[in-house]
């Protein structure tokens, strides 16, 4: 059974009702959070020298964390790799190629990268190991062995 249709003529702001009020509380937002970036874009000197993120894969294995970061063109005295407790940063520069006449288009960023990464074991960052192998970079992470549960005797 199809329901009759109701209509008013014209739209809710040809009536003066204005937009629904959630409505003109997410414009006003999003208009200010537009106007924070933009400000925060043009004005602040860090623009020039932010850095961009590798495409990196992290995956995990029953022994260890492997990250395989994509780093073609850089050399290995160019590549910084740092774990810690529960992180991976493998950070450097991509400087530009000096060739002979002009650049007409540049597909490739260059400047600094980083490339961060939360792990959720303890790892033993004493046995990491890195290769760089085509312009792919792998790190091995090992895990830390986790405390398995054990039955105590009490003494006395």
């Known amino acids: 059974m199809n329901l009759p249709i109701r209509h008013r003529s014209g739209s ?3 009536r003066g009702m204005g937009w629904p009020q959630p409505m003109v509380e997410f414009q ?3 208009d200010r959070m537009n106007h924070f970036l933009e400000s925060a874009a043009f004005t602040s000197p860090l623009t020039e020298t932010m850095a961009f993120a590798p495409p990196a ?3 995990e294995t029953d022994e260890a964390y492997v990250v395989e970061c994509e780093l073609p063109g850089i050399a290995r005295e160019d590549i910084d790799v740092e774990v810690g407790e529960h992180e991976v940063s493998i950070s450097g520069e991509l400087t530009a190629c000096r060739r002979a006449g ?3 288009r540049r597909g490739r960023p260059t400047g600094q990268f980083e490339y961060r990464a939360l792990l959720p074991v303890d790892v033993k960052s004493a046995e990491v190991t890195a290769s760089l192998v085509d312009g792919v970079l792998t790190v091995t992470i090992p895990k830390a062995q986790a405390a398995t549960p054990r039955h105590v005797e009490i003494q006395g």
Do not use: C, V
Request: net charge negative; proline share 8%; aromatic share 16%.
């Open 12 to 14: 809710p702001w040809e």
């Open 28 to 30: 006003e937002l999003f």
């Open 57 to 59: 894969d992290l995956h």
């Open 102 to 104: 002009a650049l007409r």
